[in-house]
């Protein structure tokens, strides 16, 4: 079964510590600070791979984590950068990211970034300075990102082969292209979407045959629904029609029923343009007046005789002008994030009760995953940080006095700022 969607976990790598360390030598009594950063966590990558053609191994697996950054030490030493981890995924796969930012691999060899690796920590040696000549202080490592990303996969087909079930679109693309699909007498046969290349000088055409449509196919009902998705890349959409349905329905109806769950699904899909291909003509006596319903092109074909299939071809050739590089723009999917500058230094104080307040904000948070709180002295630089942030003005805008517990990330402590 072809894999088509997947939900992913992924993390980034932490950072690693930074170090608090001193310089040791033989008859030098005390040396200075020369504890080493972190590492930056790995990250999370995604990278289109032009062999892959579905989602199967990441709905296996699920989990995907990168290793963190290492810590610093002694002498200087900076912690390693951890490695990225790098996921791949199929040409026409789609990415929502849980932040809302959305991505489209496209081209193999694309990557993005799905989760930032978190940046290490400075050593002692970064705290030095003229008034601080023996730091004991140092910053922790930060988390990697992390999250849920869903997948989607949409082929990435030039030409879309749509129609009621057993109208003949398997047969078709069977004589149209090298791929050898399933083709019976009955409805449903085909059960996932299949694709062939029509090879005309030096141009590739993917086609895609997808199941059968029925009625209220784009509300869920039979197969095509969800491969409905598949087509929506396409340049030009192949609606076959039955010239000689076996259940004596007419086709004027059967063409309206498909086109209506078309544009249901989606307008943009009911938008493309339109070959009409009538099948199975050997089944009927020759008639030159075949009925147009309106459609842009029209080839009466049968798969048994090969009658029209060159007309067709050459028809597919001429609405996919060149050979595809990227699908057309979609509303609504970026072909590139777009990522929101950092949040900034916007923070929120909120008083919870008698001496106690929260401050919340990205860059509060962060100085408070840096630090360990237990320090004195990491604490006093904290405070340091905060005050000149505006926070302790704006705490005591609500009533805050020294001493009172303040909560930031989750973290609670008695703030008392000299
Ligand atoms: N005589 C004749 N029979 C055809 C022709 N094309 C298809 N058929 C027959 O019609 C039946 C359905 O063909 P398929 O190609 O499987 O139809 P489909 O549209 O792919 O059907 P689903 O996969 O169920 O949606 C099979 O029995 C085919 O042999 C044709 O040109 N002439
Ligand atoms: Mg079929």
């Keep these: ?17 930074g170090s608090v360390s001193f310089r040791r030598e033989a008859h030098v009594p005390k040396g200075g600070p020369d ?29 995907f984590r990168a290793t963190r950054g290492g810590h610093g030490l002694g002498a200087l030493k900076h912690g390693a950068d951890g490695d990225s981890l790098v996921i791949g995924v199929p040409p026409g796969t789609q990415v929502a ?45 930060l988390p990697g990102e992390e999250g849920e990303a869903e997948l989607q996969l949409k082929l990435l087909a030039d030409v879309g082969l749509v129609g009621l079930p057993n109208a003949g679109k398997s047969s078709l693309i ?12 009955y409805p449903f046969t085909t059960l996932e979407p299949n694709l ?41 959409l192949v609606h076959v029609l039955d010239l000689a349905p076996v259940d004596g329905s007419d086709p004027g109806e059967n063409y309206a029923l498909i086109e209506d769950e078309l544009e249901a699904h989606s307008p943009a899909l009911a938008a493309l343009p339109r070959v009409l291909a009538w099948s199975k003509a050997d089944l009927v006596p020759p008639d030159p007046s075949v009925e147009t319903f309106g459609a842009a092109e029209v080839v009466v074909t049968s ?42 230094r916007a923070f929120a104080v909120e008083r919870l009760g008698d001496g106690e307040f929260r401050v919340a904000g990205p860059a509060v948070e962060r100085l408070i995953a840096r630090f360990d709180l237990e320090n004195e002295e990491a604490q006093a630089h904290v405070e340091r940080r905060l005050g000149r942030m505006g926070v302790i003005a704006a705490l005591e805008r609500e009533g805050f006095a020294p001493g009172d517990d303040v909560e930031i990330g989750g973290i609670v402590f008695e703030l008392d700022p000299s």
Excluded at 3 to 13: S, T, Y
Excluded at 35 to 61: I, M, P, S, T, Y
Aim: glycine fraction near 16%.
């Design 97 to 141: 990211r849980w932040d809302g930012a959305r991505f489209d691999m496209v081209t193999p060899g694309q990557e993005i970034t799905l989760a930032k690796g978190g940046a290490g920590g400075r050593g002692n040696k970064r705290f030095a300075g003229p008034t601080r000549q023996a730091p004991r202080l140092a910053e922790k490592g």
């Design 35 to 63: 504890g080493g950063d972190g590492g930056r966590g790995g990250d999370v990558v995604l990278r289109c791979e032009g062999n892959l053609r579905d989602l199967q191994a990441l709905k296996r697996k699920g989990h």
């Design 303 to 344: 798969a048994a005789t090969g009658a029209g299939l060159d007309d067709l071809r050459r028809l597919l050739l001429r609405f996919v002008p060149d050979r595809i590089e990227a699908p057309p723009g979609e509303s609504g999917v970026a072909e590139f994030a777009v990522f929101k500058p950092a949040a900034g």
């Design 174 to 185: 069977a004589r149209l292209t090298k791929a050898r699909p399933k083709v019976a007498s």
């Design 1 to 17: 079964m072809l894999a088509d969607k997947a939900r992913i976990e992924v993390r980034a790598g932490a950072g690693g510590d």
């Design 196 to 236: 062939g290349v029509i090879e005309a000088d030096e141009r590739q055409l993917v086609v895609a045959d997808i199941p059968g449509l029925i009625e209220g196919a784009s509300e869920g009902l039979g197969l095509g629904h969800d491969f409905l998705a598949h087509v929506e890349r396409c340049r030009v």
